[in-house]
């Protein structure tokens, strides 16, 4: 009895030292997300530009090439143009309405996540973070990981699906991160007025690195800029 009382205090504490451990990786997540995302109040007003290509030399020949251009005066204001060989798109968002001009057959998906990963390491960040307070959490060289599954499907057969993020040890900044509908890598961190902006972000299969080549202050734009002339509306907020 002494002993499986033991031994039932040893599982018990385990347990409590995991879940303290998902816990603090939990708010941990936030943190490194509320330092490096772009798109949030109180971020300076910028403008980026990043050019996407295949990471490896195997994969030239996938046609997955692009750029992404973002002009940025707030989170109620706010254009983005994206261009790859086959899809060219201009969203803007201004005062809680959405217009989009597109050309071509269907914005590809590795593209439409490189755009959002770029300014947004972890978008869906309150779903992350209930996840990663039951994940399993676990430290390895120099970063501490958290891994779970979740439900994904074809439309026709749904399977468990692994998913994740890392942070590191040293900054406390997301190295990789994914789930169904997002997900990336995230290198060569710079400051822009103390956030900290991932200046190389892959994703995708094959896949792809965006690497920001333009990033600064916003500067004047022409009247009109921020304006939907000529562009469908799209929805509403």
């Not at 936030?30 to 990471?55: C, D, I, M």
């Not at 991160?177 to 190389?200: E, L, N, S």
Request: with cysteine.
């Amino acid at each position: 009895m002494r002993l499986k009382a033991l031994i039932l205090i040893g599982l018990a504490t385990l347990c409590g030292a995991a879940s303290t451990r998902a816990e603090d990786m939990s708010k941990s997540v936030r943190e490194a997300v509320e330092k490096s995302r772009l798109n949030q109040p109180g971020t300076k007003p910028f403008h980026l530009k990043a050019v996407l290509a295949p990471s490896f030399e195997r994969d030239k020949e996938s046609n997955r090439v692009g750029e992404v251009e973002i002009w940025w005066r707030s989170p109620e204001i706010w254009r983005r143009e994206v261009r790859s060989p086959e899809f060219h798109q201009v969203q803007i968002v201004n005062g809680g309405k959405i217009w989009q001009k597109n050309e071509g057959e269907y914005f590809p998906e590795w593209l439409r996540n490189l755009a959002v990963e770029l300014v947004d390491p972890v978008p869906p960040l309150d779903d992350v973070q209930q996840k990663t307070k039951h994940a399993d959490v676990r430290s390895l060289m120099g970063q501490r990981h958290a891994q779970w599954m979740t439900m994904g499907s074809d439309g026709t057969v749904s399977k468990g699906i692994g998913a994740g993020i890392a942070l590191n040890d040293a900054d406390g900044l997301v190295f990789y991160g994914g789930d169904v509908g997002w997900g990336g890598m995230f290198h060569d961190y710079k400051d822009f007025h103390g956030r900290k902006v991932a200046m190389k972000v892959s994703a995708g299969s094959p896949e792809v690195t965006a690497k920001v080549v333009v990033l600064e202050d916003l500067a004047s734009v022409a009247q009109g800029f921020f304006d939907a002339r000529g562009i469908a509306e799209i929805r509403s907020r």
